[in-house]
């Protein structure tokens, strides 16, 4: 196994990072504009969805790279436990990763207002579902708690890569030089 991450997965995971960062500042920031400036509202909708589109493609992309090429030995210096905890880290940040987009998606196909979701604010995402609005109800609660605990689990993530940078052990470099 090589020691480091390929490019192409190293680009995928910093992709990913600032796409979620993204996302969730614009899922923020859209249910604050009031509902009288509908067009700001509409468009911020749009991007959001474009965006958590952007981010379940990459993380499939991304889970088929990891299966074909597998992923780098653990770094030296590790205590016997942090490898374990890492993997599991990781397929927390996977799953949620995979989540948060598919319960924006349900979110959207169920709203009671039949809004179309357009990627790249022109490419028509059928809605596979009908509109429900006690199903939407609770997909709109999933979707926003589980967007909340990616960026919980995200930050977690990044700050035990930092820590372990600072202890001198080259998990951070792995990740953003290979």
């Known amino acids: ?3 480091g991450f390929p490019r192409i997965q190293r680009r995928l995971h910093w992709w ?3 796409l979620v960062a993204g996302g969730f500042t614009l899922g923020l920031v859209m249910r604050a504009v009031p509902l009288r400036d ?24 991304r889970l088929a790279l990891r299966v074909r090429l597998g992923r780098p030995v653990p770094s030296a210096g590790l205590r016997r436990w942090e490898p ?16 948060v987009p598919m319960l924006g998606y349900l979110t959207a196909c169920t709203a009671p207002a039949r809004v179309p979701t357009l ?6 995402i ?3 579902i009908a509109s429900n609005s006690h199903l939407y109800a609770l997909l709109r609660v999933l979707h926003r708690d589980a967007a909340f605990a990616l ?19 080259e998990v951070l470099l792995r990740m953003w030089r290979g």
């Open 119 to 124: 990627f790249l604010f022109v490419i028509p």
């Open 38 to 61: 509908l067009l700001s509202k509409f468009l911020l909708f749009q991007a959001h969805k474009t965006v958590g589109l952007m981010v379940l493609g990459l993380v499939i992309l």
């Open 151 to 169: 960026i919980g689990l995200a930050v977690g993530h990044a700050l035990a890569a930092l820590r372990h940078h600072f202890a001198g052990r």
């Open 84 to 99: 374990a905890a890492a993997s599991l880290g990781q397929g927390l940040l996977y799953a949620l990763l995979l989540a």
């Open 126 to 128: 059928p809605s596979l």
């Open 16 to 18: 990913t990072a600032v």
């Open 1 to 3: 196994m090589a020691k």
